[in-house]
């Protein structure tokens, strides 16, 4: 029977997967940034439909909101143009879709009956704000604490290699 | 009770339809209070002419953007340049939905809450609304294929995006007092007094310093002056929207004032305790009463915003970056810091 659940899956799901198809379809880069968003914005839905409602309000807020906000920016800022499609080899179609096709059936089927794991019931994981942080600061603490510090050191590094070597060498002589 | 399914869905859906109702009447008076008290700031006397006091100069606004001509200029980009007004005032106008305005009062043994719908991560859904409305400033600006509008959506973006930050760490502190995302419990977690006289709410409650960064990024967020930079009119002509016409252009007025109106929502939701204060009479009343001074707090801010308008100059472009980084971002979050040292405590 299709419950109201299982019809609101399928739809997120089409809308995810349309987004990511266009994406690979569009010429201009910035309709590739909106297809994109359009995909964060399903995934939200889906993950609302699992009942994980702050992961779906965090997805919205940080992917859809904050990070695809700095992509429009940059492509907007560089003014960057239509992009010319390559013809496309041939190989990529011979092999690459029906390769695709097989990974990816092989993929559901391992996580379907080779992982151990049930598949997860809809609105089934306990995902209200409360859980989510009991988990992140009091079970799993220390993991969060130290992905928060790698993420620190990216940006740090990520600085230094945007500078200048001439500020850098400056600061040397200081 | 729970309310079976056909009469949820229909007092859901005439619920959507007042508030919108109400919220597209409120949006037209704001422009109406705002030209008035302006005009008062400014020894002028600001709409007199349409009905009594200028009153149904909204109505005559609406059917002129209804009938002037819509251009849309030949280099544009189309598909986003007509999407992008569209973007703007439907994520604006969306964030009304988890605003609670009263107390739930109780009809025919089915209790209904004032409000469209109460999930219990409200305040997270306003954000996230929000973060999603920035695209119809941005995309404005950058399909209008114009240098003006390309300036003004790459500063909106900026900006929004710089202070998004400092009003999410604002509300950190308002919802560890409460320990609830739900905008119904938040303001439940307000009730009653200090002293017998001083209302319990948050603003009185140690989060003074949490509100004012509140209202700063804010404003930011809104666009409204001092941070009106994406639609500066001196530098920039009009900003984001100068290649956009009639309806077009009042859809991005329309989002502009539905954001204000969102944000004294929330910092009456906040920081004023909502619908709270004294309960008197029979039922009707009790039922009345709270929305009465929810829509009474609203106004308030409403005419604050109004009041900065007439009195602030704009800020340069990197006085608006330094002050968001600088002085609110750590001024944020050491309101934070200290707020959970307190409660922990």
């Known amino acids: 029977m299709l419950s109201l659940h299982l019809i609101l899956f399928l739809a997120f799901g089409a809308v995810c997967v349309a987004g990511a198809v266009n994406l690979l379809a569009q010429t201009h880069p910035i309709n590739s940034a909106l297809s994109l968003i359009a995909v964060m914005a399903a995934l939200a839905g889906e993950y609302l439909l699992l009942g994980a409602e702050f992961v779906a309000a965090v997805q919205v807020i940080v992917y859809a909101g904050a990070i695809m906000v700095l992509f429009v920016f940059?492509?907007?800022?560089?003014?960057?143009?239509?992009?010319?499609?390559?013809?496309?080899?041939?190989?990529?179609?011979?092999i690459g879709v029906p390769g695709l096709l097989i990974g990816s059936v092989l993929l559901a089927w391992v996580v379907l009956h080779r992982s151990g794991t049930e598949a997860v019931a809809m609105g089934a994981l306990p995902g209200d704000p409360r859980t989510i942080g009991q988990l992140l600061f009091h079970d799993f603490l220390l993991p969060f604490e130290v992905t928060s510090v790698l993420i620190l050191i990216a940006i740090m590094g990520a600085v230094v290699l945007a500078s200048k070597p001439e500020a850098i060498q400056k600061r040397k002589e200081h | 009770m729970p309310l079976p399914l056909p009469i949820f869905v229909l007092v859901s859906v005439i619920k959507s339809a007042l508030i919108l109702f109400i919220l597209l009447t409120a949006v037209a008076y704001t422009v109406w209070l705002e030209r008035k008290v302006v005009g008062h700031m400014q020894n002028r006397w600001g709409p007199t002419r349409v009905g009594p006091f200028g009153l149904l100069q909204p109505a005559a606004d609406g059917?002129?953007?209804?009938?002037?001509?819509?251009?849309?200029?030949?280099?544009?980009?189309?598909?986003?340049?007509?999407a992008a007004p569209l973007i703007a005032v439907v994520f604006a106008l969306t964030s009304i939905a988890v605003i609670p305005f009263g107390n739930s009062f109780e009809i025919f043994g089915y209790t209904i809450p004032l409000q469209i719908t109460d999930v219990n991560i409200g305040l997270l859904f306003i954000l996230g609304v929000t973060s999603v409305g920035v695209y119809g400033v941005a995309l404005a600006g950058w399909s209008s294929n114009n240098k003006y509008s390309l300036l003004g959506g790459l500063r909106a973006s900026a900006q929004m995006i710089s202070y998004?930050?400092?009003?999410?760490?604002?509300?950190v502190g308002v919802l560890i007092m409460s320990g609830s995302f739900s905008l119904r419990a938040i303001v439940e977690s307000q009730q009653g007094f200090f002293w017998y006289m001083v209302p319990r709410w948050n603003i009185f409650h140690g989060q003074f310093i949490g509100f004012f960064c509140y209202l700063m990024a804010a404003y930011a967020e809104t666009n409204r002056i001092p941070f009106d930079l994406p639609e500066a009119e001196t530098e920039l002509v009009a900003g984001y929207h100068t290649e956009y016409s009639a309806m077009k252009f009042a859809m991005f007025f329309m989002a502009e004032y539905a954001n204000m109106i969102t944000v004294a929502c929330l910092a009456t939701l906040l920081f004023f305790g909502g619908w709270d204060g004294p309960l008197f009479g029979p039922t009707v009343l009790r039922v009345l009463l709270p929305v009465v001074y929810f829509a009474a707090k609203i106004v308030v801010f409403l005419f604050v915003y109004i009041w900065v308008r007439g009195t602030l100059p704009r800020f340069r472009y990197d006085q608006l970056m330094s002050f968001g980084w600088k002085f609110l971002l750590p001024l944020a979050i050491a309101n934070l810091v200290v707020t959970a040292i307190v409660v922990a405590w």
């Open chain 2, 164 to 171: 998004e930050i400092s009003l999410g760490l604002s509300l």
């Open chain 1, 74 to 94: 940059t492509i907007m800022l560089l003014n960057a143009g239509v992009e010319e499609h390559t013809k496309g080899s041939r190989v990529a179609i011979v």
């Open chain 2, 63 to 82: 059917i002129k953007f209804l009938f002037k001509e819509d251009l849309t200029p030949p280099h544009v980009y189309r598909p986003l340049f007509l």
